[in-house]
């Protein structure tokens, strides 16, 4: 469909990426992974055209519709949130615009009517008369109540206008989709909705994601940017941390093998070089450690551009067993009521997730139970001994731009020794040098990193974090898993991070437009029994909607087996070709026809040959699996 030729980004001294060559094709969706700053956002941003690369080039069919997830907000603020949609096709819009221009001018010219007639013909031929129905189909389908589709943007919270956004992406159906953490700001329900629409997307799809679960429900192959390089991973997320694995342990086979070789061999040059009969051989050994050591660059181990912190949140004291109970909180906003009728406790150690769709008050709820606002009706009481520390969705209200991170950092106490905040900092990946960096001059991640910081330093027994992995890469994610793991206090959570909701999460309370739904047990068995009644609610209203419930669950699990089929396809693809790669390697060794006897040979060969057909087979019939999938689904 499109490729990148010899492309390269370098910042200063700083190599993003070099020399990239790689081929993206129809019906195939791929994750860009990577650390904060490898240069995920970069890349995408040289395919959008929006920036150039040093060298290199991107090709892509002049024809080709590409779809860009624009996050500015500012721009449509005061436009009608179906309007917005429609102007995804802008050639449609500006023909919209005119016909309602000349329409409301009354009286027309001859030429005017002529131009009716070819807007007419136009809006026809690009489905015009549908338009709305299909942008208000989008709009359902990601949450936005039919009754606001006449509202203006600027009216709805910020994980809704990203809602919004992203419909107008999707209206234009295009052949190429790049999207930058689609996912920031959806709530859960909204993430599962986006998977099934892309994974149904027929064409090309390159996202970038800190969601680990979202990229391996949509994506068939993985780019990591590592090591300053690109490569590619047929697979999903899972397999390709799989893959980067097995690479290291057979790099590391291979320079030991290497390694073996090369002491053998100075062995042998150490002992009969000095003797006349052996000098030529020596000789020869020596020019073979040589080529061994150029062998051994090939398999050279480099550093990860990867870093990951260390969250360790101790407790000073203990709370009592009721750590927090709550009585028929309410909540509104003038007319538009957040939180009716919240009352549940909260038991010491318990680590509780508070779920549900966007504007139905979670974090509203929060800043109740941290004091940053009242509630309208109800009451809630904290258990003895208990101390609670905050890290909300907006934390960078909480920094001080001006103050030196240190600085701000023993704002949390001034008996705190200086060497134990230095120590937390560099547990959150800031060296010395850092230390006295301006607060105002840190990425999202770095902040949210520096928080946590203050946090651990912080006397508390319960932590309440509101959307915390938002800014965080996958590294820091999953040590933040680890340290609440390993965390011996209460917590209290909103996330829209399915993973790290089922790894950390034991109860979920989920706010209801009345109450909530109070589920003992974790995120995955949530959705199991709770999935059903949200998806008749907010499933689009399609053919496939409306089949049976049985139906409906018998054909889901017909195309997660035929998925799981190809992935598995993929995976022995992957494999035939590393053993085929692996007897290249044998093959090319120096003086190998040389010395192996013939049988020898002869059987590396007939193996060659029966990998080869092997991986054609699969070949084939990964082809027709994936054929079958792209026709049913």
Same mark, same amino acid.
């Given at each position: ?166 419909? *107008?992406?999707?209206?234009? @159906?295009?052949? $190429?989709?790049? !999207?930058? &953490? ?5 709530? +859960? =329900? ?90 030529? *051989?020596?000789?020869?050994? @020596?020019?073979? $450690?040589?080529? !061994?050591? &150029? ?5 050279? +181990? =480099? ?101 030196? !991170? ?228």
């Amino acid at each position: 469909m499109f490729s990148t030729d010899k492309l390269t980004m370098i910042y200063g001294d700083r190599v993003l990426f070099q020399d990239v060559t790689l081929h993206f094709h129809a019906r195939r969706r791929y994750g860009l992974v990577g650390a904060n700053g490898a240069g995920k956002t970069t890349f995408l941003k040289i395919l959008k055209g929006k920036q150039p690369p040093t060298s290199g080039i991107v090709q892509i069919p002049k024809d080709a519709k590409v779809g860009i997830l624009d996050q500015d907000y500012f721009r449509f603020g005061n436009k009608k949130i179906l309007d917005i949609v429609l102007m995804g096709d802008n050639e449609l819009w500006k023909a919209l615009e005119k016909k309602e221009k000349l329409l409301k001018k009354g009286e027309m010219t001859s030429s005017e009517i002529e131009s009716l007639s070819e807007i007419e013909e136009l809006i026809t031929r690009k489905g015009g008369y549908r338009a709305e129905s299909r942008a208000a189909q989008l709009l359902s389908g990601l949450g936005i109540d039919p009754k606001r589709h006449e509202d203006k943007l600027n009216t709805l919270s910020g994980g809704y206008k990203l809602r919004v956004l992203l419909s *107008q992406v999707l209206y234009i @159906e295009p052949e $190429i989709l790049l !999207l930058d &953490e689609p996912t920031n700001y959806l709530d +859960i =329900f909204s993430i599962r909705w986006l998977e099934r629409y892309l994974c149904d997307y027929p064409g090309t799809l390159i996202l970038s994601s800190h969601d680990r679960f979202f990229l391996n429900q949509v994506c068939q192959e993985i780019i990591d940017i590592d090591y300053g390089e690109m490569r590619r991973y047929v697979g999903n997320f899972d397999h390709f941390l799989d893959e980067k694995k097995k690479e290291v342990v057979f790099k590391e086979a291979q320079l030991e093998s290497l390694a073996k070789r090369k002491k053998d061999m100075q062995r042998f040059i150490d002992r009969f070089k000095a003797k006349a009969s052996k000098a030529r *051989q020596a000789s020869a050994r @020596e020019r073979m $450690i040589e080529k !061994l050591e &150029e062998e051994e660059m090939g398999y050279q +181990i =480099f550093p990860s551009s990867r870093q990951y912190p260390h969250f360790h949140f101790p407790i000073h004291r203990p709370s009592g067993r009721q750590a927090l109970t709550m009585k028929n909180i309410d909540k509104a906003f003038g007319e538009h009521s957040v939180l009716k009728g919240i009352s549940f406790e909260v038991l010491k150690q318990e680590k509780i997730a508070i779920v549900g769709p966007n504007g139905m008050g979670k974090s509203t709820l929060l800043e109740i139970l941290t004091d940053h606002l009242e509630a309208d009706q109800g009451s809630y009481r904290w258990g003895p001994h208990t101390k609670w520390s905050y890290f909300p969705q907006d934390f960078h209200r909480t920094l001080s731009d001006e103050l030196t !991170l240190y600085d701000w950092l023993t704002g949390v106490s001034k008996e705190i020794p200086e060497q134990k905040v230095r120590q937390t900092l560099g547990k959150m990946l800031f060296d010395e040098q850092d230390i006295h960096k301006k607060v105002r001059s840190l990425s999202g991640g770095e902040a949210a990193r520096l928080v946590f910081a203050r946090i651990m330093l912080s006397d508390q027994n319960i932590l309440i974090l509101d959307e915390p992995t938002n800014h965080l890469d996958m590294e820091s994610v999953d040590a933040l898993v680890k340290g609440l793991k390993e965390y011996e206090g209460t917590l209290i959570i909103v996330s829209h991070n399915r993973y790290f909701i089922s790894e950390v999460a034991n109860r979920i309370i989920e706010i209801l437009p009345i109450g909530i739904n109070d589920f003992n047990g974790g995120y995955e068995e949530f959705v199991e029994k709770h999935e059903k009644d949200y998806l008749d609610q907010v499933s689009i209203k399609s053919e496939k909607g409306k089949k049976k419930i049985s139906e409906r669950k018998e054909e889901r699990k017909e195309r997660n087996r035929l998925k799981r089929e190809i992935e598995n396809l993929e995976r022995e693809i992957e494999r035939s070709e590393k053993e085929i790669e692996e007897i290249h390697l044998i093959l090319s060794a120096p003086n190998f026809y040389d010395e192996t006897p013939p049988n020898k040979l002869q059987e590396i060969l007939n193996q060659k040959d029966r990998l080869e057909k092997h991986r054609e087979k699969i070949l084939n019939q990964w082809e027709d699996k994936q054929e079958e999938f792209d026709s049913r689904y």
